[in-house]
């Protein structure tokens, strides 16, 4: 049963991802509405990956949120970085020695 399931949900992954080359492979340009809105995907991708890392909710504390301190000032020290370089290398890389610093002092 489980092979099954397994093998549809790969069907249907298949089949949603060649629609969508299908249709837009027949499209030669885009809106700039659209290329507008596809402008700011990079960045909800990657505060939807960085935010339950440095935000933890607490199932012991009734759901309340708590903050892990050192991912926190090296998740704000990364950010301004990223603001201030536009630089995926610089910021990757000093918001690894934040946080490496950040785990050694607390």
Not at 45 to 51: H, N, R
């Amino acid at each position: 049963m489980i092979w099954v399931i397994i093998v549809a949900a790969g069907i249907g992954t298949f089949v949603l991802k060649f629609l969508f080359f299908l249709i837009f492979s027949r499209v030669n340009e885009m809106s700039p509405i659209a290329t507008k809105i596809l402008n700011f995907v990079p960045a909800a991708v990657l505060a939807a990956l960085v935010a339950p890392s440095i935000l933890v909710i607490s199932t012991e504390l009734n759901g309340t949120l708590i903050f892990d301190t050192p991912k926190l000032i090296a998740g704000i020290i990364a950010g301004g970085v990223a603001y201030r370089t536009n630089s995926a290398l610089w910021t990757i890389s000093v918001g690894l020695l934040a946080l490496w610093t950040t785990n050694l002092v607390l």
